[in-house]
C-alpha cells in the first residue's frame, strides 16, 4: 500500500539551531513530493517540491529538503530555526502515475521552536 | 488572484441535516481535490476533479457527494451529516504539480 510516514509527532527546537523534520516514504515508481505548513487555524501552505533533478530542493522561508531515493526519504532543514517557524508540517507524496489531483499526506509533524 | 477560496468557514449541524460546502478557484486549474483534516491523520482525500463533468472518488468518500459543471467551481455535499463527519475540510485545487489550498471549513455535526 502507498504511504508516508512522519514519525515523529513533535520536534521541539531552540531558535537559532538546526532543524530537521523527517518524512519517509512507500510509493512505487519516482513520485512527487511535496512539503506543507500549517499556521494556527489556516489552510496548507505550500513549502517545496521535489520533481527531479537536483536531490536538495529549496523553498518558502529558508527551507530546504533533501530526496534520498535509496532510503525512500525526503528530510525537511533549515539550518536556523526561527520561532515564527512554529507550525504544523506536513509531507506528501503524488505517485507518479497518479493524476494531479492525489496527494498521499503523512500525519503531520508539530515543530515548536523555543526562544 | 484570490486563489482557492472557501464557504462557509464554520458551520454547526444536526446529525441528518444536509449541507453543501463551497469551493472556488480562480486559477483555470483542472484538478481540484476535497480533503478532510482529523487530529493525528493528516489530510485524507474525499473526492477528486480532474476537469469539469469529470470526478473520482478518493479514499473516504462515504456520505459525501461532489460534481463540477464549472472548471471553477467543486462543491462537497453531505447528503445526511453524522456525528463522525466532523472535522475540517479543505478543497484543495493544481495545475501540473502543485496542488493549493483554501482556508478551510470547520464542520460540527451534533
Known amino acids: 500500500a502507498q504511504s508516508v510516514a512522519q514519525p515523529e509527532d513533535q520536534v521541539n527546537v531552540a531558535e537559532g539551531n538546526p532543524l530537521t523534520v523527517k518524512c519517509t516514504y512507500s510509493v512505487s515508481g519516482n513520485p512527487y513530493l511535496f512539503w506543507y505548513v500549517q499556521y494556527p487555524n489556516r489552510g496548507l501552505q505550500f513549502l517545496l517540491k521535489y520533481i527531479t533533478g537536483d536531490n536538495l530542493v529549496k523553498g518558502s522561508y529558508g527551507f530546504e529538503a533533501e530526496f534520498n531515493k535509496s532510503q525512500t526519504s525526503f528530510h525537511l532543514k533549515k539550518p536556523s530555526a526561527l520561532v515564527s517557524d512554529s507550525a504544523l508540517y506536513f509531507c506528501?507524496?503524488?505517485?507518479?502515475?497518479?493524476?494531479?489531483?492525489?496527494?498521499?499526506f503523512g500525519q503531520g509533524t508539530e515543530l515548536s521552536v523555543k526562544p | 488572484n484570490a486563489g482557492v477560496t472557501q464557504t462557509p468557514k464554520f458551520q454547526v449541524l444536526k446529525t441528518g441535516q444536509s449541507m453543501t460546502l463551497q469551493c472556488a478557484q480562480d486559477m483555470n486549474h483542472e484538478y481540484m481535490s476535497w480533503y478532510r483534516q482529523d487530529p493525528g491523520m493528516g489530510l485524507r482525500l474525499i473526492h477528486y476533479s480532474v476537469g469539469a463533468g469529470i470526478t473520482d472518488q478518493g479514499e473516504v468518500p462515504n456520505g459525501y457527494n461532489v460534481s463540477r459543471s464549472t472548471t471553477e467551481d467543486f462543491p462537497l455535499r453531505l447528503l445526511s451529516a453524522a456525528p463522525s463527519q466532523t472535522s475540517v475540510y479543505f478543497c484543495?485545487?493544481?495545475?501540473?504539480?502543485?496542488?493549493?489550498f483554501g482556508p478551510g471549513t470547520r464542520l460540527t455535526v451534533l
Open positions: 484543495a485545487s493544481s495545475g501540473a504539480d502543485t496542488q493549493y
Open positions: 506528501a507524496v503524488r505517485p507518479f502515475y497518479n493524476q494531479g489531483g492525489k496527494l498521499i
